[in-house]
């Protein structure tokens, strides 16, 4: 049987769905290499770098839960689980007889209860947000672009050029 991960249905974390479920959507695959494209020009490559470092981990069947609820109704056969807000608790944990590790994307573990976890041998391990403060950076510079026209100023590198846009 293979394994079983279940994960958050966050935007960013759906990228672990495309990583180890050899049946994940093409499309989506598709949308997240263009996604990517900037920092992992082969997102393919990349993906065959992450697979191998998973291990054992793949392949997996990968669910995609959205509430508390959901979390709670595939954990049956889970092997790992990967949540960014919903909670890890005794009540989690107890329908989980398989969980290895639970990943939680961010730092902050005030909804997992790591003695919960640690009582079954259940690995708790954390990620920095990363893509979070690049998003935020990229918004603001979007906005300075745009409130100084630099948008306008592409190809335009003689004054005559800059004049007729109304620069000084």
């Not at 049987?1 to 499309?27: G, I, K």
């Not at 800059?162 to 620069?167: E, F, R, S, V």
Request: proline share 3%.
């Amino acid at each position: 049987m293979p394994n079983v991960v279940v994960v958050e249905d966050d935007y960013f974390l759906r990228v672990a769905q495309l990583v180890l479920d050899p049946n994940a959507s093409r499309e989506r695959y598709a949308a997240f290499a263009d996604f990517f494209a900037h920092d992992q020009p082969d997102f393919d490559g990349w993906c065959e770098k992450v697979r191998r470092q998973a291990g054992k981990l793949y392949p997996a069947g990968v669910r995609l839960v959205e509430t508390q609820d959901e979390l709670r109704k595939n954990l049956a056969d889970a092997d790992a689980l990967i949540v960014e807000g919903l909670a890890v608790g005794a009540d989690e944990i107890a329908a989980a007889p398989h969980l290895k590790a639970v990943q939680k994307y961010g730092t902050d573990l005030r909804r997992i209860d790591g003695k919960a976890c640690a009582a079954k041998g259940v690995t708790v391990l954390t990620i920095r947000r990363r893509a979070n403060i690049a998003c935020a950076e990229h918004a603001l510079t979007l906005m300075l672009m745009l409130a100084r026209r630099v948008n306008e100023l592409q190809g335009r590198i003689s004054a005559e050029a800059l004049a007729a846009l109304g620069y000084d």
